[in-house]
């Protein structure tokens, strides 16, 4: 997902993302006007692979029992495919958690303050970016601890503000740090191998490039993709699609307030937010902001829109009590910055998003976060060409938003808080519905 970070991110669950109630406070300073909040407005919403796992990979060029896909061109040339679910549906896999990796006691590989990082092996063990300490931490599959790579600092294999992991085809780390202008490849088990120089002037909080299967790196940079090879030599940049225009203090997504030094806002709970992932062929899946239904694009850097997929889901509502609780939470954020008057409140939407987000496996299938009736994480999952393939029972995994899963053969990895407010990784099954 690509993402300007503009000011300091609280920790939030996923229950948070959905409800767009708990999204932090933006600043801007008093001489600029809210007419030119759009690079904001994406950084509140947009937070950026199948479980082609053996029962899925041998479907992957079929849908699902009883979903009917149809494929069609649209007017302007781009192919489209529509998903039909039948009369009842059921889920086909469910996420069963196996490990769950961290402590609440200080000094130990497992204790997390902040993680930033997260990449999955072969096997099923993991390697994290631990932020606070600027140390990569690898640990097998039964998630003991292998390896601590790194420090702070300005050496070889240290790190000034690492942000993010990427692993390439030879399961080597990626280590990004901007602050330090330069990109660390690491050994899981041995460390430090190489590092390349690396300029961005968008550091951001967490990294929002990619690593294809190929080995090529792909960075979102204003108006274009930057594209780095194995070496990290730059290679010409590709186009990326017109932004949207600005909507200024009439976006439907926020709700601006003005507090004399300047302007914060607040999203607007519920209101579609968007997604883009990558594959790993480095195509780019994106759900338009604004738009509430299932409704998902792939595009070619540098070229068009090939693809765009719509899966016929029907809408799940805003409850009463929902409502009641987001708005209940927004005033009470109104109230704490001195503001009495009340917002719109007729700008909160009554169906929930049916696209949360989107992740790519290392497969290549597109697993879309779809909204559950009684909460918790579910997915439908669709195949390279948009048939739909399958879809995940809700699971109690309430990730965080900032940091995608990671998604490998049968291996689901991703990052969650406990009560106390403590990070684990955790490592589920994917396993198929008897």
Same mark, same amino acid.
């Given at each position: 997902m690509f993402l300007w970070f503009h000011t300091h991110w609280i920790r939030v669950t996923e229950r948070s993302a959905m409800s767009r109630a708990a999204m932090p406070a933006s600043n801007f300073p008093a001489n600029q006007p809210p007419q030119r909040c759009r690079r904001l407005r994406r950084f509140i919403h947009g937070l950026f692979a199948a479980a082609a796992i053996t029962t899925l990979a041998c479907s992957e060029s079929a849908p699902a029992n009883d979903w009917t896909v149809v494929r069609d061109t649209l007017p302007s040339g781009v192919e489209r495919v529509t998903n039909t679910p039948p009369p009842q549906t059921a889920p086909?896999?469910?996420?069963?958690?196996? %490990?769950?990796?961290?402590?609440v006691e200080a000094g130990l590989p497992e204790s997390f303050g902040e993680i930033k990082g997260l990449v999955g092996f072969?096997?099923?063990?993991?390697? !994290?970016?631990e932020s606070q300490s600027l140390e990569i931490r690898v640990f097998a599959a039964d998630g003991s601890h292998v390896a601590t790579h790194g420090q702070r600092g300005e050496g070889p294999g240290e790190f000034v503000g690492a942000n993010g992991l990427m692993l390439d085809p030879s399961e080597r780390i990626w280590v990004p740090d901007s602050y330090a202008a330069r990109m660390s490849v690491l050994d899981p088990e041995d460390g430090f191998v190489e590092s390349f120089p690396f300029t961005?002037? !968008?550091? =951001? $909080?967490? $990294?929002?490039?990619?690593?294809?299967?190929? =080995?090529? %790196?792909?960075?979102?940079s204003s108006t274009t993709m930057r594209v780095f090879d194995s070496a990290m030599t730059e290679l010409p940049s590709l186009p990326l699609p017109p932004a949207a225009e600005d909507v200024g203090d009439e976006d439907p997504s926020i709700f601006l307030v003005e507090? =004399?030094?300047? $302007?914060? !806002?607040?999203a607007v709970p519920f209101y579609p937010g968007g997604a883009t992932t990558f594959d790993p062929g480095g195509a780019m899946w994106s759900a338009a902001v604004g738009d509430a239904s299932h409704r998902v694009h792939k595009w070619m850097p540098g070229g068009d829109t090939i693809l765009v997929v719509e899966t016929q889901r029907p809408p799940l509502a805003v409850s009463s009590a929902e409502r009641d609780s987001v708005i209940a939470d927004t005033r009470a954020w109104f109230r704490e910055r001195g503001v009495e008057t009340e917002a719109d409140w007729s700008r909160i939407p009554d169906v929930k998003p049916a696209v949360l987000d989107? !992740?790519?496996s290392a497969e290549g299938n597109l697993w879309v976060q779809t909204p559950s009736p009684g909460g918790g994480v579910s997915y439908d999952v669709l195949a390279p060409d948009g048939a739909y393939l399958g879809s995940t029972a809700p699971a109690a995994l309430e990730t965080v938003f900032w940091l995608s899963p990671v998604i490998r053969g049968d291996y689901y990895w991703t990052v969650v808080f406990d009560e106390l407010d403590v990070p684990y990784v955790v490592r589920a099954r994917i396993t198929p519905v008897e």
């Amino acid at each position: 997902m690509f993402l300007w970070f503009h000011t300091h991110w609280i920790r939030v669950t996923e229950r948070s993302a959905m409800s767009r109630a708990a999204m932090p406070a933006s600043n801007f300073p008093a001489n600029q006007p809210p007419q030119r909040c759009r690079r904001l407005r994406r950084f509140i919403h947009g937070l950026f692979a199948a479980a082609a796992i053996t029962t899925l990979a041998c479907s992957e060029s079929a849908p699902a029992n009883d979903w009917t896909v149809v494929r069609d061109t649209l007017p302007s040339g781009v192919e489209r495919v529509t998903n039909t679910p039948p009369p009842q549906t059921a889920p086909t896999w469910t996420l069963v958690e196996e %490990i769950r990796v961290g402590t609440v006691e200080a000094g130990l590989p497992e204790s997390f303050g902040e993680i930033k990082g997260l990449v999955g092996f072969e096997g099923g063990g993991f390697a !994290v970016l631990e932020s606070q300490s600027l140390e990569i931490r690898v640990f097998a599959a039964d998630g003991s601890h292998v390896a601590t790579h790194g420090q702070r600092g300005e050496g070889p294999g240290e790190f000034v503000g690492a942000n993010g992991l990427m692993l390439d085809p030879s399961e080597r780390i990626w280590v990004p740090d901007s602050y330090a202008a330069r990109m660390s490849v690491l050994d899981p088990e041995d460390g430090f191998v190489e590092s390349f120089p690396f300029t961005s002037f !968008v550091r =951001g $909080w967490v $990294w929002t490039g990619a690593m294809t299967a190929d =080995g090529r %790196i792909l960075k979102h940079s204003s108006t274009t993709m930057r594209v780095f090879d194995s070496a990290m030599t730059e290679l010409p940049s590709l186009p990326l699609p017109p932004a949207a225009e600005d909507v200024g203090d009439e976006d439907p997504s926020i709700f601006l307030v003005e507090l =004399g030094t300047g $302007w914060q !806002v607040r999203a607007v709970p519920f209101y579609p937010g968007g997604a883009t992932t990558f594959d790993p062929g480095g195509a780019m899946w994106s759900a338009a902001v604004g738009d509430a239904s299932h409704r998902v694009h792939k595009w070619m850097p540098g070229g068009d829109t090939i693809l765009v997929v719509e899966t016929q889901r029907p809408p799940l509502a805003v409850s009463s009590a929902e409502r009641d609780s987001v708005i209940a939470d927004t005033r009470a954020w109104f109230r704490e910055r001195g503001v009495e008057t009340e917002a719109d409140w007729s700008r909160i939407p009554d169906v929930k998003p049916a696209v949360l987000d989107l !992740v790519t496996s290392a497969e290549g299938n597109l697993w879309v976060q779809t909204p559950s009736p009684g909460g918790g994480v579910s997915y439908d999952v669709l195949a390279p060409d948009g048939a739909y393939l399958g879809s995940t029972a809700p699971a109690a995994l309430e990730t965080v938003f900032w940091l995608s899963p990671v998604i490998r053969g049968d291996y689901y990895w991703t990052v969650v808080f406990d009560e106390l407010d403590v990070p684990y990784v955790v490592r589920a099954r994917i396993t198929p519905v008897e």
